[in-house]
């Protein structure tokens, strides 16, 4: 069955770098997203992305995060400067948006520790 | 304000007992669309059931079953004879278009004890 992965599973990295985030979404899904979970609260919508554009964006989606679907497979989640704030598991999603078919598949998550 | 509530954080149940898990929404919007998830200690999200707004019929999928009542803004979730493996944080979500953003509860934490 298809699947949404991501790389890597976890990150460890100190503030101010910058960091990326792997996704490959199922081949045939046309909208991509990013959420975040802080630890042991709920999960938070960061960006979504169609048509490749970002059709969406939290407040959390600041001038430090930018996405970008460098190829036909990858879509990717770049934090500019990483704040100890930014720790979280962040999740991709994809979509095929359809009358019939409109639920997000998530990837298991990559873990960013900034220390 | 679009919202949803999971007004229980925590539940615990002894396995075989039946549990439903609370989701009530806030929305001004009459085209919404509703999820609910699954989140193992494995930690990834597992989409489990969809509805939209104008489909007010309730599922049953194997020991699963979905309440969703508008009249009340209520999509409940029940698990009939709970396993220990049912254990997981769900979240109830919203979104207002096909492609559009998941609105998350803040989860209800499910232990199922043996």
């Known amino acids: 069955e298809p699947e949404v992965t991501q790389t890597p599973s976890h990150q460890v990295t100190q503030m101010g770098q910058e960091v990326i985030l792997r996704c490959v979404p199922i081949?045939?899904?046309?909208?991509f997203y990013w959420y975040r979970q802080i630890l042991g609260q709920k999960v938070e919508f960061l960006v979504s992305?169609?048509?490749?554009?970002?059709?969406?964006k939290s407040e959390i989606f600041d001038d430090q995060f930018s996405v970008e679907r460098p190829d036909g497979s990858n879509f990717t989640l770049k934090i500019r400067s990483t704040k100890l704030e930014d720790s979280a598991m962040y999740f991709c999603?994809?979509?095929?948006?359809?009358?019939?078919?409109?639920?997000?598949?998530f990837g298991p998550g990559t873990r960013l520790t900034v220390t | 304000a679009q919202k949803v509530t999971q007004a229980q954080t925590e539940i615990s149940v002894v396995e075989k007992e039946d549990v439903t898990l609370d989701c009530v929404y806030e929305?001004?919007?009459?085209?919404?669309?509703l999820f609910w998830y699954k989140q193992p200690p494995s930690g990834e999200l597992v989409f489990l059931i969809r509805?939209?707004?104008?489909?007010?019929q309730n599922e049953i999928s194997g020991r699963y079953s979905w309440n969703f009542q508008k009249s009340t803004s209520s999509f409940n979730f029940t698990i009939t004879a709970s396993q220990v493996v049912d254990s997981a944080v769900y979240f109830c979500?919203?979104?207002?278009?096909?492609?559009?953003?998941?609105?998350f509860g803040q989860g209800t934490e499910l232990s199922v004890k043996p």
């Open positions: 999603a994809s979509s095929e948006a359809e009358v019939l078919s409109y639920e997000q598949y």
């Open positions: 081949s045939n899904h046309l909208y």
């Open positions: 992305f169609y048509n490749n554009e970002i059709s969406e």
């Open positions: 929305t001004r919007d009459t085209t919404y669309y």
């Open positions: 509805r939209n707004s104008f489909d007010e």
């Open positions: 979500a919203l979104s207002f278009r096909k492609g559009g953003k998941l609105i």
